[in-house]
């Protein structure tokens, strides 16, 4: 199925913007993508006509708004595969979502001289709240190498596996990087010693279909933010037999059930994980995001997304001097590379006075530019908004980069 | 020429520029004339923290005047350093204190000067300042 492009950017009002005078090229979806009408209205609507605090009132806003965002928990439930609806959590985002299960986990099943596992692939989200675990617990951060191409060697994967290896921590596709990882395959080896996996799908979830139950994984993440939803919205599926056995992360509001001056009982799931006001406006939101990429279709999107990534692959690969850095089998629609003798800074600079919105920088991903022996890359992230033409502006872009610091 | 006489001078250069590409031009070649650092400061004691490009800068004193030197391994970065250095080098530390930077804001770079743009202008001028207080103090004493 072929996707209809012009009509696809006429939903996202952002992109129709002239920036330094040149039609905005925006490929920094990888840090947030851009918002259909249909969510910005949506949340317009709420705050027009639906808002009041859920769970709380009796009254009839509260509870219409109440029995929306729960409709937004069963959208998430569906788009993910979970089994139940309360396995569906909802956070502020993806690192909120990591620390949650860093610090419930860990205090409920980490302790001295126990094994984390992360990936080199890994975003400082999924680093450092297991550091600071291990840093309380006095427990050990094992790291699964990684090859030239920028591909989770599984061998060794293995071999990091212990008698004290107690969680698995690790991204589906990278976001400095591209790299999508056989999640299937650590999944499995992980369960053999009956570990559980958390994977990271912050940058899965808006390229292609995501089946928790069939991947098995224990815990699954990602952001709202990333999917063309709003900000400040994600979500933490985990295996109820998980969720039930670890502590609260944060306490108050609609999670308790009972408190007196003695002791506090707490909400069952979902409810017990989501202390405060939860962000319900941007919750409903969130499920108006994926019900507009189920329409447009997962598959359709992989398949058009894929033909861009290839299409800039080929382009850019035959600009002299560059170097594309993550070059794995698998791949979500980001490049990564570098300009030989030209800073990636430099190049952002000139790159941005074009119109072209790019990253530059370690991506928050410093351990992975260790690895490569680089400071930083520029990355192109593409959306199904993009187009090939969009990909030659950056093409030529690139060629007037390199004729201004070559 | 005074602080602000030089300050002048640099953006009656930039107000013949309409374009960024000009601009950044100018400043490829501001980089390129910019003496080099003596390589025994371009280590990490001098680098600059929190820039996307690397900086070192240096400053010592010759007689009453401050003399700075700095690098980038970023062009523009590079070229930026050149221009402040083109203002502060050869001043007393107190108009260096004294005086503010408006040259920044009139050639347009003053939106690169926010703490959220990593490229190094901020922390620059903030580095050059500081020396300068380091100097005044000394002088004073």
């Given at each position: 199925?072929?996707?209809?492009?012009?009509?696809?950017?006429?939903?996202?009002?952002?992109?129709?913007?002239?920036?330094?005078?040149?039609?905005?090229?925006?490929?920094?979806?990888?840090?947030?993508?851009?918002?259909?009408?249909a969510v910005i209205d949506e949340e317009i609507r709420?705050?027009?006509?639906?808002?009041?605090?859920?769970?709380?009132?009796?009254?009839?806003?509260?509870?219409?708004?109440?029995?929306?965002?729960?409709?937004?928990?069963?959208?998430?439930?569906?788009?993910?595969?979970?089994?139940?609806?309360?396995?569906?959590?909802?956070?502020?985002?993806?690192?909120?979502?990591?620390?949650?299960?860093?610090?419930?986990?860990?205090?409920?099943?980490?302790?001295?001289?126990?094994?984390?596992?992360?990936?080199?692939?890994?975003?400082?989200?999924?680093?450092?709240?297991?550091?600071?675990?291990?840093?309380?617990?006095?427990?050990?951060?094992?790291?699964?190498?990684?090859?030239?191409?920028?591909?989770?060697?599984?061998?060794?994967?293995?071999?990091?596996?212990?008698?004290?290896?107690?969680?698995?921590?690790?991204?589906?596709?990278?976001?400095?990087?591209?790299?999508?990882?056989?999640?299937?395959?650590?999944?499995?080896?992980?369960?053999?010693?009956?570990?559980?996996?958390?994977?990271?799908?912050?940058?899965?979830?808006?390229?292609?279909?995501?089946?928790?139950?069939?991947?098995?994984?224990?815990?699954?993440?990602?952001?709202?933010?990333?999917?063309?939803?709003?900000?400040?919205?994600?979500?933490?599926?985990?295996?109820?037999?998980?969720?039930?056995?670890?502590?609260?992360?944060?306490?108050?509001?609609?999670?308790?059930?009972?408190?007196?001056?003695?002791?506090?009982?707490?909400?069952?799931?979902?409810?017990?994980?989501?202390?405060?006001?939860?962000?319900?406006?941007?919750?409903?939101?969130?499920?108006?995001?994926?019900?507009?990429?189920?329409?447009?279709?997962?598959?359709?999107?992989?398949?058009?997304?894929?033909?861009?990534?290839?299409?800039?692959?080929?382009?850019?690969?035959?600009?002299?001097?560059?170097?594309?850095?993550?070059?794995?089998?698998?791949?979500?629609?980001?490049?990564?590379?570098?300009?030989?003798?030209?800073?990636?800074?430099?190049?952002?600079?000139?790159?941005?006075?074009?119109?072209?919105?790019?990253?530059?920088?370690?991506?928050?991903?410093?351990?992975?530019?260790?690895?490569?022996?680089?400071?930083?890359?520029?990355?192109?992230?593409f959306s199904f908004y993009n187009t090939k033409e969009e990909i030659d502006k950056l093409y030529d872009?690139?060629?007037?980069?390199?004729?201004?610091?070559? | 020429?005074?602080?602000?006489?030089?300050?002048?001078?640099?953006?009656?250069?930039?107000?013949?520029?309409?374009?960024?590409?000009?601009?950044?031009?100018?400043?490829?070649?501001?980089?390129?004339?910019?003496?080099?650092?003596?390589?025994?400061?371009?280590?990490?004691?001098?680098?600059?923290?929190?820039?996307?490009?690397?900086?070192?800068?240096?400053?010592?004193?010759?007689?009453?005047?401050?003399?700075?030197?700095?690098?980038?391994?970023?062009?523009?970065?590079?070229?930026?350093?050149?221009?402040?250095?083109?203002?502060?080098?050869?001043?007393?530390?107190?108009?260096?204190?004294?005086?503010?930077?408006?040259?920044?804001?009139?050639?347009?770079?003053?939106?690169?000067?926010?703490?959220?743009?990593?490229?190094?202008?901020?922390?620059?001028?903030?580095?050059?300042?500081?020396?300068?207080?380091?100097?005044?103090?000394?002088?004073?004493?």
């Amino acid at each position: 199925m072929s996707l209809d492009i012009q009509k696809i950017r006429n939903d996202f009002p952002i992109l129709s913007q002239e920036v330094y005078k040149k039609p905005l090229v925006y490929f920094d979806n990888g840090a947030t993508t851009q918002k259909p009408q249909a969510v910005i209205d949506e949340e317009i609507r709420i705050y027009s006509k639906e808002n009041s605090n859920i769970h709380r009132g009796v009254h009839y806003l509260s509870e219409q708004l109440t029995q929306r965002y729960e409709d937004a928990r069963k959208v998430v439930q569906q788009f993910i595969h979970a089994g139940h609806d309360h396995e569906v959590i909802f956070t502020s985002g993806t690192t909120e979502s990591i620390n949650t299960i860093a610090f419930s986990f860990g205090e409920q099943f980490i302790s001295e001289g126990d094994e984390i596992i992360i990936s080199t692939l890994e975003h400082h989200a999924n680093i450092v709240p297991w550091q600071m675990l291990c840093e309380r617990k006095k427990a050990i951060l094992k790291v699964i190498p990684i090859n030239d191409n920028g591909e989770l060697l599984l061998d060794e994967y293995e071999n990091l596996i212990s008698q004290k290896t107690k969680i698995i921590s690790v991204n589906y596709a990278s976001n400095a990087l591209g790299t999508v990882n056989d999640i299937k395959k650590i999944i499995e080896i992980a369960h053999q010693q009956d570990i559980p996996v958390l994977i990271d799908g912050a940058q899965i979830v808006q390229h292609g279909e995501v089946d928790v139950q069939e991947l098995d994984c224990d815990f699954f993440v990602f952001s709202g933010h990333k999917i063309y939803g709003p900000n400040g919205i994600g979500v933490l599926y985990g295996k109820e037999k998980w969720l039930n056995k670890m502590p609260p992360f944060m306490t108050g509001g609609e999670m308790i059930k009972k408190v007196t001056f003695e002791k506090t009982t707490f909400n069952e799931l979902p409810f017990k994980f989501e202390a405060g006001t939860p962000n319900y406006v941007a919750a409903i939101g969130l499920a108006t995001a994926i019900n507009y990429v189920q329409n447009i279709g997962l598959e359709a999107i992989a398949e058009y997304e894929k033909d861009l990534l290839d299409y800039a692959t080929e382009k850019l690969k035959s600009i002299e001097g560059l170097k594309i850095i993550g070059t794995a089998q698998e791949k979500v629609s980001v490049i990564s590379f570098n300009l030989e003798n030209i800073h990636h800074f430099d190049a952002g600079m000139v790159i941005d006075k074009m119109g072209i919105a790019v990253r530059t920088g370690h991506h928050c991903a410093e351990p992975l530019m260790k690895r490569f022996n680089i400071e930083g890359t520029i990355r192109a992230s593409f959306s199904f908004y993009n187009t090939k033409e969009e990909i030659d502006k950056l093409y030529d872009a690139i060629l007037i980069v390199k004729q201004m610091f070559g | 020429m005074t602080l602000n006489e030089r300050q002048d001078e640099i953006i009656e250069e930039f107000s013949i520029f309409d374009d960024w590409m000009d601009k950044y031009n100018y400043l490829i070649e501001l980089s390129k004339d910019l003496p080099e650092i003596d390589p025994k400061y371009k280590t990490n004691e001098y680098l600059i923290e929190g820039c996307q490009s690397k900086v070192w800068l240096f400053a010592d004193m010759e007689g009453e005047k401050v003399k700075y030197s700095a690098d980038s391994d970023a062009i523009i970065t590079k070229g930026i350093a050149a221009l402040l250095i083109r203002v502060l080098d050869g001043q007393k530390p107190s108009d260096i204190l004294n005086n503010d930077l408006y040259f920044l804001d009139k050639i347009g770079l003053q939106q690169n000067l926010s703490p959220t743009r990593s490229n190094g202008l901020l922390a620059m001028v903030k580095q050059m300042k500081l020396y300068a207080m380091a100097y005044q103090a000394k002088m004073e004493k």
